[in-house]
């Protein structure tokens, strides 16, 4: 499975980009996708995490959405109202749609098998 995420830049603080990740070499609507972010030095920080069957997101942070299209094999990262702390490497990642007894772990690292390259979010303020 490989996955690799895109529409990282540079924009102006109260701005919106979509982040995508397409993915391929698995059944796409078998997995959970998840958005981290790293800031350099700092440890990586779960964004949030969409169902396989997208009916469900988890934790996902204020004020981005979250979405995917099983068709397409791509989820989906939109982030609002930009802030200069929000300047970051974005990764996507996967997760077989097993069950999770506490959801609290989708926002771990180690729940993830598969990982994109990550995509650069710059924004100025």
């Known amino acids: 499975v490989q996955l690799q995420a895109s529409g990282g830049g540079t924009v102006q603080a109260g701005d919106s980009l979509t982040l995508s990740c397409v993915v391929s070499?698995?059944?796409?609507?078998?997995?959970?996708m998840a958005w981290f972010r790293q800031v350099r030095g700092k440890e990586r920080e779960h964004v949030g995490t969409i169902s396989s069957s997208g009916h469900s997101t988890y934790y996902v942070k204020y004020p981005f959405d979250i979405s995917r299209d099983n068709a397409k094999k791509s989820a989906y990262l939109l982030l609002k109202e930009l802030k200069p702390e929000d300047t970051a490497v974005y990764y996507c990642?996967?997760?077989?749609?097993?069950?999770?007894?506490?959801?609290?772990?989708?926002?771990?690292?180690?729940?993830?098998?598969?990982w994109g390259q990550g995509t650069q979010v710059t924004v100025s303020s």
């Open positions: 990642a996967a997760r077989l749609a097993t069950f999770v007894g506490d959801s609290g772990r989708l926002k771990m690292e180690d729940e993830y098998n598969y």
């Open positions: 070499g698995g059944t796409f609507s078998n997995y959970d």
